[in-house]
């Protein structure tokens, strides 16, 4: 093995986290969880009864024999139920989505570090080496080993049946499989020609590539490993059309809604669908554990009722859930807030992810060729962003608590820096009355200016018509745009036919949020910034000319994206972090110099309803999918009941008991 | 007669036919499909779709195919039961449909209950004491309850009974009980949460109720044979409900083919602001959603009980009422 031993690094054990995690050298790097030097290992008191049935073995030999020891604020006490509410029964993907149990995970910090893996070794970004921990089992009881993961390598990945559409694209760099190799019962390796920089970042998604499965449990209805006659029988039963199908419906890693699949999360479902009230109880397999050796989760069992969206910020300030983010909006605080000390819980505020709460896109794809002209003209798109008054839409609509700009990173961000916000992104309807004067679009007598055919010049935004926040934006940007002698008006379509309006270039301006990631690193894909996708609603066609590999669309032909493109595809080649750097930074220049999307303004405060027994759940955080996965950056396997708090006035104790 | 009921039953099977193709082409005519609404939503709240997946399904329940097969294919289901499959809950429709049918039946029997305890009193009084003061209050309370729109009252209704009687908001037991068995502890929490619901949908169909039983016996009360009987002197309450109540009661019977499906899909509307495990939020969401499997046999299903119920009710008049009786007696 080239480079220094990595093994040194495995063993390492020095409590410091920090040291070890580094990634993207060009070395070979090893990442690795020191063990910590643990208490003695205790049982938590719901499962004594069945470790006293036998039912289940001690805790000593339920968890890993090198367990992951979770760095927490305070050391809890195991029990309590967690009461949440989520809109639908599909919503029990959440629950794998807050677990956020991954091979590797990213910290608060978003710092990539193993959680179910003991360590893993990249050398290049190339050949990835994972090593599992020893002795971890699945929530049956079954050890997790390297057969589950060349189970699905071979089985499910490789077989035409299961995955008619091949592998993942994140496992296909330059549409190259990796070879797989199996070293041990716990380690494995992936090994590329090329780069792949989405693997780590994929595996720690929110819903992330799953590259092992458990094999025990779906063997049995694998075309090869079962016996024909009984498979067929099976199939019969299950009323499915083949075996495919069953194993499909079967294997739901992500959306998590078979309570017989095994599995590797904090909380495990109990619950056979459908339902209105999903049990998830306690996974006693669980491989983390705290520093003085009680075996996480703290919390025994998590109950999801679902309710229909639209009441659930009403149920939560009645104090029907403990812990509550989705589906809530900012505008329900005050009323979340005045209930408080009723129902006993507090709001707290948290800032969300995305690049801008809500931005224009000029369709640089039109179909009208006026229109794309000017969609094209450089100044045309950034006198629209100079005539956007974002401290009025932040003082009016968000009561000043967001951020204003541009629709790009956020200040949390490690590539942040200022002038990518601010570019064209101040409110100066002189200058962009100037530049529209440049461009030759000429006032009418009603003081709207003309297109060069005559029209005038009225931009119709198209819209999903689901958010009143955005009406209410628009109506803002309309006043100031109206300034510059720009009309405009709100199409409201349903979500499906909005995009494909843009899609098909019909639209020549849509709003929508911002970019996803405002927290990227540079080990992050910037493929938010290069026209990589169908569903960016400012190049849909170039979008789509990358997704299908140029059967589709059509290539990009403005200079600036296709430079944005190559420098995709440089970031995607490249191994060291200062070339990922390098590579970000001159996207996100270019991004900002050329305004392909408007944005308003960002870090929009995302109300969280935490019961006011609820420990661990930080006071200030970030609400965001990817990277955060909502709470699982915080990793609510740490979070417990403080049952201890002597009750301060005669009103019952527990949380929202409804007196009848 | 017998002629009668057999041309009336042979009679339904191209009635449902045509019904079955126009459910299947009105569900079919926006844009996309279940998976591509699917996707949509996913892709706008920023999660990526597991497109091996959603391939896989699409290839499965042949997507790909022309519209005609997928109607055959359907409606071929349905015909030895099998009501095709929701991808939504990922489970065979009749699984889905199931739990919910007895919560719709409660409500919506309670709500008939209601509506009947109160609005016939009401209907019968004002009817015999036209235009007195009693009259006029009750009316206009009537025209309350008709004009008050039903999802706010649910609204106004939860917040207070959440404060005041810390009933839990929404659905229709508190959230501990919803997957235990039956018990007391649990019928009494039904009980403390139905009456929001009952009141709410029965209030706008109690003031339509008054309304008609209070025109029809109106009308019966100025006709002679009423004049005779209280010139012979027979006692005013028998009298009432005797004749002119009896034959008030005839439109109320033919109600009973719109009952029927009224009684399984709930009132939506106000199901879904109350968060009711009723079928109704269930057949919206799947209309929303694009799935067609759980829409189109929910709808048939609607349908089918129409039918009946247009069937039971013309049954139930010609056995109640021997003027009707005699009138097809008198044209066969």
Request: glycine content about 6%.
């Given at each position: 093995?080239?480079?220094?031993?990595?093994?040194?690094?495995?063993?390492?054990?020095?409590?410091?986290?920090?040291?070890?995690?580094?990634?993207?050298?060009?070395?070979?790097?090893?990442?690795?969880?020191?063990?910590?030097?643990?208490?003695?290992?205790?049982?938590?008191p719901?499962?004594?009864?069945?470790?006293?049935?036998?039912?289940?073995?001690?805790?000593?030999?339920?968890?890993?024999?090198?367990?992951?020891?979770?760095?927490?604020?305070?050391?809890?006490?195991?029990?309590?139920?967690?009461?949440?509410?989520?809109?639908?029964?599909?919503?029990?993907?959440?629950?794998?989505?807050?677990?956020?149990?991954?091979?590797?995970?990213?910290?608060?910090?978003?710092?990539?570090?193993?959680?179910?893996?003991?360590?893993?070794?990249?050398?290049?970004?190339?050949?990835?080496?994972?090593?599992?921990?020893?002795?971890?089992?699945?929530?049956?009881?079954?050890?997790?080993?390297?057969?589950?993961?060349?189970?699905?390598?071979?089985?499910?990945a490789?077989?035409?049946?299961?995955?008619?559409?091949?592998?993942?694209?994140?496992?296909?760099?330059?549409?190259?499989?990796?070879?797989?190799?199996?070293?041990s019962?716990?380690?494995?390796?992936?090994?590329?020609?090329?780069?792949?920089?989405?693997?780590?970042?994929?595996?720690?998604?929110?819903?992330?590539?799953?590259?092992?499965?458990?094999?025990?449990?779906?063997?049995?209805?694998?075309?090869?490993?079962?016996?024909?006659?009984?498979?067929?029988?099976?199939?019969?039963?299950?009323?499915?059309?083949?075996?495919?199908?069953?194993?499909?419906?079967?294997?739901?890693?992500?959306?998590?809604?078979?309570?017989?699949?095994?599995?590797?999360?904090?909380?495990?479902?109990k619950?056979?669908?459908?339902?209105?009230?999903?049990?998830?109880?306690?996974?006693p397999?669980?491989?983390?554990?705290?520093k003085?050796?009680?075996?996480?989760?703290?919390?025994?069992?998590?109950?999801?009722?679902?309710?229909?969206?639209?009441?659930?910020?009403?149920?939560?300030?009645?104090?029907?859930?403990?812990?509550?983010?989705?589906?809530?909006?900012?505008?329900?605080?005050?009323?979340?807030?005045a209930?408080?000390?009723?129902?006993?819980?507090?709001?707290?505020?948290?800032?969300?992810?995305?690049?801008?709460?809500?931005?224009?896109?000029?369709?640089?794809?039109?179909?009208?060729?006026?229109w794309?002209?000017?969609?094209?003209?450089?100044r045309?798109r950034?006198?629209?962003?100079?005539?956007?008054?974002?401290?009025?839409?932040?003082?009016?609509?968000?009561?000043?608590?967001?951020?204003?700009?541009?629709?790009?990173?956020l200040?949390?961000?490690?590539?942040?820096?200022?002038?990518?916000?601010?570019?064209?992104?101040?409110?100066?309807?002189?200058?962009?009355n100037?530049?529209?004067?440049?461009?030759?679009?000429?006032?009418?007598?009603?003081?709207?200016?003309?297109?060069?055919?005559?029209?005038?010049?009225?931009?119709?935004?198209?819209?999903?018509?689901?958010?009143?926040?955005?009406?209410?934006?628009?109506?803002?940007?309309?006043?100031?745009?109206?300034?510059?002698?720009?009309?405009?008006?709100?199409?409201?379509?349903?979500?499906?036919?909005?995009?494909?309006?843009?899609?098909?270039?019909?639209?020549?301006?849509?709003?929508?949020?911002?970019?996803?990631?405002?927290?990227?690193?540079?080990?992050?894909?910037?493929?938010?910034?290069?026209?990589t996708?169908?569903?960016?609603?400012?190049?849909?066609?170039?979008?789509?000319?990358?997704?299908?590999?140029?059967?589709?669309?059509?290539?990009?032909?403005?200079?600036?994206?296709?430079?944005?493109?190559?420098?995709?595809?440089?970031?995607?080649?490249?191994?060291?972090?200062?070339?990922?750097?390098?590579?970000?930074?001159?996207?996100?220049?270019?991004?900002?110099?050329?305004?392909?999307?408007?944005?308003?303004?960002?870090?929009?405060?995302?109300?969280?309803?935490?019961n006011?027994?609820?420990?661990?759940?930080?006071?200030?955080?970030?609400?965001?999918?990817?990277?955060?996965?909502?709470?699982?950056?915080?990793?609510?396997?740490?979070?417990?009941?403080?049952?201890?708090?002597?009750?301060?006035?005669?009103?019952?104790?527990?949380?929202?008991?409804?007196?009848? | 007669?017998?002629?009668?009921?057999?041309?009336?039953?042979?009679?339904?099977?191209?009635?449902?036919?045509?019904?079955?193709?126009?459910?299947?082409?009105?569900i079919?005519l926006?844009?996309?499909?279940?998976?591509?609404?699917?996707?949509?939503?996913?892709?706008?709240?920023?999660?990526?779709?597991?497109?091996?997946?959603?391939?896989?399904?699409?290839?499965?329940?042949?997507?790909?195919?022309?519209?005609?097969?997928?109607?055959?294919?359907?409606?071929?289901?349905?015909?030895?039961?099998?009501?095709?499959?929701?991808?939504?809950?990922?489970?065979?429709?009749?699984?889905?449909?199931?739990?919910?049918?007895?919560?719709?039946?409660?409500?919506?029997?309670?709500?008939?209950?209601?509506?009947?305890?109160?609005?016939?009193?009401?209907?019968?009084?004002?009817?015999?004491?036209?235009?007195?003061?009693?009259?006029?209050?009750?009316?206009?309370?009537?025209?309350?309850?008709?004009?008050?729109?039903?999802?706010?009252?649910?609204?106004?209704?939860?917040?207070?009974?959440?404060?005041?009687?810390?009933?839990?908001?929404?659905?229709?037991?508190?959230?501990?009980?919803?997957d235990?068995?039956?018990?007391l502890?649990?019928?009494?929490?039904?009980?403390?949460?139905?009456?929001?619901?009952?009141?709410?949908?029965?209030?706008?169909?109690?003031?339509?109720?008054?309304?008609?039983?209070?025109?029809?016996?109106?009308?019966?009360?100025?006709?002679?044979?009423?004049?005779?009987?209280?010139?012979?002197?027979?006692?005013?309450?028998?009298?009432?409900?005797?004749?002119?109540?009896?034959?008030?009661?005839?439109?109320?019977?033919?109600?009973?083919?719109?009952?029927?499906?009224?009684?399984?899909?709930?009132?939506?509307?106000?199901?879904?602001?109350?968060s009711?495990?009723?079928?109704?939020?269930?057949?919206?969401?799947?209309?929303?959603?694009?799935?067609?499997?759980?829409?189109?046999?929910?709808?048939?299903?609607?349908?089918?009980?129409?039918?009946?119920?247009?069937?039971?009710?013309?049954?139930?008049?010609?056995?109640?009422?021997?003027?009707?009786?005699?009138?097809?007696?008198?044209r066969?």
């Amino acid at each position: 093995m080239p480079g220094p031993n990595p093994q040194s690094a495995v063993i390492d054990t020095r409590p410091n986290r920090r040291e070890a995690l580094q990634l993207g050298l060009a070395a070979v790097v090893a990442l690795a969880v020191p063990d910590g030097a643990s208490a003695e290992l205790r049982e938590s008191p719901s499962l004594k009864g069945d470790v006293g049935d036998g039912k289940l073995p001690p805790v000593e030999q339920r968890v890993p024999e090198e367990p992951a020891v979770a760095e927490l604020e305070t050391i809890g006490t195991p029990g309590g139920e967690l009461r949440m509410l989520m809109g639908g029964p599909k919503d029990t993907r959440m629950m794998v989505v807050y677990g956020y149990a991954r091979l590797v995970a990213y910290t608060p910090s978003l710092k990539l570090v193993p959680d179910i893996l003991k360590s893993i070794e990249v050398e290049d970004n190339r050949i990835f080496t994972l090593h599992l921990r020893k002795g971890h089992k699945w929530s049956d009881g079954q050890p997790f080993t390297s057969e589950d993961f060349r189970y699905w390598f071979e089985d499910v990945a490789q077989n035409k049946h299961l995955s008619p559409s091949g592998m993942p694209v994140s496992m296909l760099p330059q549409s190259e499989a990796p070879r797989f190799e199996v070293i041990s019962d716990t380690t494995v390796r992936y090994n590329w020609e090329r780069p792949n920089p989405l693997f780590l970042p994929d595996l720690a998604g929110p819903s992330p590539l799953f590259i092992y499965r458990p094999a025990h449990y779906l063997k049995p209805f694998h075309q090869k490993y079962a016996q024909k006659d009984a498979l067929d029988a099976l199939v019969k039963d299950t009323k499915q059309r083949n075996w495919a199908a069953l194993h499909n419906k079967l294997d739901t890693m992500y959306r998590d809604d078979n309570p017989d699949l095994p599995s590797l999360d904090p909380w495990i479902l109990k619950t056979k669908p459908p339902a209105d009230r999903f049990i998830f109880e306690r996974n006693p397999y669980y491989y983390r554990i705290d520093k003085e050796g009680n075996q996480l989760p703290y919390i025994d069992r998590v109950i999801l009722s679902i309710a229909d969206s639209k009441i659930i910020p009403a149920k939560t300030g009645a104090g029907e859930s403990d812990l509550q983010a989705r589906y809530l909006r900012f505008d329900n605080y005050t009323f979340l807030k005045a209930s408080e000390t009723r129902n006993h819980y507090k709001v707290r505020l948290w800032r969300t992810g995305p690049g801008s709460q809500i931005a224009l896109y000029p369709n640089l794809n039109t179909n009208d060729e006026v229109w794309r002209g000017l969609m094209r003209d450089l100044r045309f798109r950034r006198a629209l962003s100079l005539a956007v008054d974002r401290h009025e839409i932040n003082q009016v609509i968000y009561f000043g608590l967001a951020v204003e700009g541009q629709n790009t990173l956020l200040p949390q961000s490690p590539l942040f820096e200022p002038r990518y916000r601010s570019a064209w992104g101040r409110f100066d309807p002189a200058e962009a009355n100037r530049l529209l004067d440049l461009i030759g679009l000429a006032k009418g007598s009603d003081g709207i200016r003309q297109l060069p055919d005559g029209r005038p010049l009225e931009i119709i935004v198209e819209n999903s018509g689901e958010s009143t926040e955005q009406s209410d934006v628009l109506e803002l940007i309309r006043d100031s745009w109206r300034r510059i002698g720009v009309k405009l008006f709100q199409k409201p379509s349903q979500l499906t036919l909005f995009r494909r309006r843009v899609f098909s270039g019909e639209a020549s301006m849509s709003v929508d949020k911002g970019i996803e990631n405002g927290l990227a690193t540079a080990a992050m894909s910037p493929w938010e910034f290069a026209p990589t996708t169908q569903q960016q609603l400012e190049w849909p066609k170039w979008g789509q000319y990358h997704e299908t590999k140029g059967a589709a669309g059509e290539p990009p032909n403005l200079p600036y994206a296709v430079r944005l493109m190559q420098l995709y595809e440089e970031w995607l080649a490249a191994v060291s972090e200062e070339e990922h750097t390098r590579t970000w930074r001159e996207m996100l220049q270019i991004w900002a110099e050329e305004v392909f999307s408007i944005g308003t303004v960002a870090g929009v405060l995302q109300p969280v309803v935490v019961n006011d027994k609820l420990r661990n759940v930080p006071e200030q955080g970030i609400y965001n999918w990817d990277p955060g996965a909502y709470f699982g950056i915080y990793k609510p396997d740490g979070f417990w009941f403080d049952m201890s708090e002597p009750a301060k006035s005669a009103s019952i104790d527990l949380p929202a008991a409804s007196p009848r | 007669m017998l002629r009668y009921l057999v041309h009336r039953i042979l009679i339904m099977i191209p009635t449902l036919v045509a019904i079955s193709i126009v459910i299947f082409t009105i569900i079919n005519l926006p844009p996309g499909d279940y998976f591509s609404t699917y996707i949509a939503e996913l892709q706008s709240s920023g999660e990526a779709a597991d497109l091996a997946k959603i391939n896989f399904l699409k290839a499965q329940y042949g997507f790909d195919r022309p519209l005609w097969e997928q109607y055959i294919f359907w409606a071929g289901g349905l015909l030895h039961g099998d009501m095709g499959y929701s991808f939504a809950y990922n489970l065979p429709v009749n699984q889905v449909v199931g739990d919910r049918l007895l919560m719709t039946f409660i409500v919506s029997f309670t709500t008939i209950l209601f509506t009947y305890a109160v609005a016939f009193p009401i209907g019968v009084y004002s009817a015999t004491h036209q235009y007195s003061w009693a009259d006029h209050t009750l009316t206009l309370l009537g025209f309350l309850g008709l004009a008050t729109p039903s999802f706010l009252l649910a609204l106004v209704l939860l917040y207070l009974a959440n404060v005041y009687f810390g009933v839990s908001i929404g659905g229709l037991m508190d959230p501990k009980y919803v997957d235990r068995p039956w018990s007391l502890d649990k019928t009494l929490s039904v009980a403390a949460h139905l009456w929001i619901p009952v009141i709410v949908i029965g209030t706008a169909g109690t003031a339509a109720m008054i309304r008609r039983l209070r025109a029809n016996l109106l009308d019966e009360l100025q006709k002679q044979y009423v004049v005779t009987a209280r010139a012979k002197g027979l006692r005013p309450l028998k009298l009432l409900f005797k004749y002119p109540l009896r034959m008030a009661l005839n439109p109320f019977i033919s109600d009973i083919g719109s009952l029927l499906p009224h009684v399984i899909s709930g009132a939506a509307i106000v199901s879904v602001v109350m968060s009711l495990p009723t079928t109704g939020p269930m057949l919206l969401d799947a209309l929303r959603s694009q799935d067609m499997y759980l829409a189109g046999s929910f709808l048939m299903f609607m349908a089918f009980l129409t039918v009946i119920g247009v069937f039971i009710s013309d049954l139930a008049l010609a056995a109640l009422d021997p003027r009707i009786r005699l009138q097809a007696g008198r044209r066969q």
